[in-house]
């Protein structure tokens, strides 16, 4: 067979040496399909017999897979003579072959079938689950196999961004793609990105550049955080030495490990809320919560814990555990008094009609307003309700938020009363 030449964008040259977890992350349109499929093509060349399966997390039909896009490069590159395309696979030189599969098809003991593959792509993985993943890097285990993953970000919880972001196991090596790090970016797609630009601002830095999802569409906060982003209420906020500070707690369910603790770290200043600091912690215990809060500078003597009381009986008993705990660190302890039915609705209208007053310190507060952006209604499309919050990884952080505004109350002494309780002690010549 001639030599294969396959022109490479500069962006993804890292990823053609060996390495057991390749990935490719950014933006719309940045050449990421392009660039697997065309290493496909030429690892099938390279290395006879080998044997890839291109995942996704749901594959309905062979349309929604990596198919068409293979054949199209074994076609433009000229090997086609080495492959032969059926229905539903590819077979590869060297008697190899290329299948494709969702991985919602599989089971604890079907994808036993892939253990003998040497290369794993999962195309669009921002849609990967927890599961999947679980399920998917011991089966890809033959000596030199690897696993590709190409995604468009959505949330740093989202597995594969914490697989390969957040932490990153031996032997990775991941980059991030965007369109202009594309050679072939065609002109069709970057009227797109100016329409984007121009319409839904935004969304243009998660559409086109990687970025996380801020504001999902839909989202309860989504309008205030937008308004409070433009009126520049999120930027850098200063704690005031002389104020107490605030810590707003969310317990999370209860009894199982996965729970999320989250901390809301605020000022009240006149009539205005300050947000100093987010903290977020999953399985751990109290000590934890305490040690951040006494790093931050939140001791007993100039901060104060605020916990919620949602008069469910089990949390309650959890709750009030909490409570003692804190006390006995030497907190002041209050619990915000059982809001009863409708409390997730009156704490989302609390919030919206606070919002206007709320100023938030934003590079501590990245994870706070993530949730902030995130937390949702859950929609039943069939019948076109809304059934209340989504509960996910937002809701925990977005209640501790919730708390906050329910429990602040604005400054009621004015003047003039401030006035007359000074005089009225004098007058009845009571010292003081
Ligand atoms: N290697 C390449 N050869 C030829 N054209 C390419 C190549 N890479 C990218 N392109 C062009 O750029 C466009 C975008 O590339 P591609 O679909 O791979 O991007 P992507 O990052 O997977 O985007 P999305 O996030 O939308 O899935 C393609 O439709 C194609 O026109
Ligand atoms: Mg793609």
Same mark, same amino acid.
């Given at each position: 067979m001639a030599s294969l030449d396959i022109p490479t964008a500069r962006v993804f040259v890292p990823l053609l040496e060996p390495a057991r977890y390749k990935g490719a992350w950014g933006g719309r349109g940045s050449g990421k399909s392009h660039f697997f499929a065309e290493l496909l093509v030429e690892e099938a060349i390279r290395r006879q017999g080998l044997r890839a399966v291109c995942i996704r !997390? #749901?594959? &309905?039909? $062979? &349309?929604?897979?990596?198919k068409k896009l293979i054949e199209d490069k074994i076609q433009q590159h000229g090997v086609g003579a080495g492959f032969e395309i059926l229905n539903d696979q590819i077979k590869t030189p060297g008697g190899g072959v290329v299948i494709f599969q969702g991985?919602?098809?599989?089971t604890a003991e079907s994808? %036993?079938? $892939?253990? @003998?593959?040497?290369v794993a792509w999962v195309e669009?993985?921002?849609? $990967?689950s927890a599961t999947s993943l679980k399920l998917l890097r011991p089966t890809?285990? &033959?000596? @030199?196999s690897e696993l590709w993953f190409s995604w468009n970000p /959505?949330?740093? #919880?989202d597995p594969v961004d914490e697989l390969l972001r957040s932490k990153q196991p031996t032997n990775a090596v991941v980059v991030r793609a965007n369109w202009s790090d594309n +050679?072939?970016? +065609?002109a069709v797609l970057e009227q797109e990105r100016q329409d984007c630009l121009n319409t839904e601002p935004d969304q243009y830095d998660h559409i086109w550049? @990687? *970025?996380?999802? /801020?504001v999902a569409t839909g989202a309860y906060f989504a309008k205030h955080i937008a308004e409070a982003r433009l009126q520049k209420r999120i930027g850098r906020v200063p704690r005031d030495p002389y104020l107490p500070v605030k810590l707003f707690c969310d317990i999370g369910g209860? *009894?199982? %490990?996965s729970d999320a603790f989250s901390i809301w770290a605020a000022q009240f200043v006149g009539h205005e809320i300050r947000v100093l600091n987010y903290y977020e912690a999953v399985g751990q215990e109290l000590g934890h919560h305490l040690a951040w809060m006494r790093q931050q500078g939140y001791g007993p003597e100039n901060a104060e814990i605020v916990l919620p009381h949602d008069g469910r009986q089990h949390d309650k008993v959890y709750k009030v555990s909490y409570q003692s705990a804190f006390k006995q660190a030497g907190y002041k302890v209050t619990v915000v008094p059982n809001q009863g039915a409708g409390a997730a609705a009156a704490r989302i209208e609390e919030v919206r009609k606070r919002f206007p007053s709320i100023w938030i310190n934003e590079d501590t507060c990245g994870p706070g307003l993530d949730a902030l952006g995130w937390y949702h209604e859950k929609r039943d499309e069939s019948r076109g309700i809304g059934l209340g +919050? !989504?509960?996910?990884?937002?809701s925990h952080g977005a209640d501790a938020f919730g708390l906050m505004c329910v429990a602040y109350k604005p400054p009621t002494t004015t003047a003039k009363q401030l006035k007359y309780k000074i005089r009225r002690p004098r007058d009845r010549s009571i010292g003081y």
């Open positions: !997390e #749901v594959q &309905k039909s $062979l &349309k929604e897979s990596a991985m919602q098809d599989h994808i %036993k079938s $892939l253990e @003998g593959f040497d669009e993985a921002q849609t $990967l890809i285990r &033959k000596e @030199g /959505r949330r740093h #919880v +050679p072939w970016f +065609p550049e @990687g *970025g996380y999802i /801020r209860t *009894g199982a %490990k +919050p !989504e509960h996910d990884w937002s």
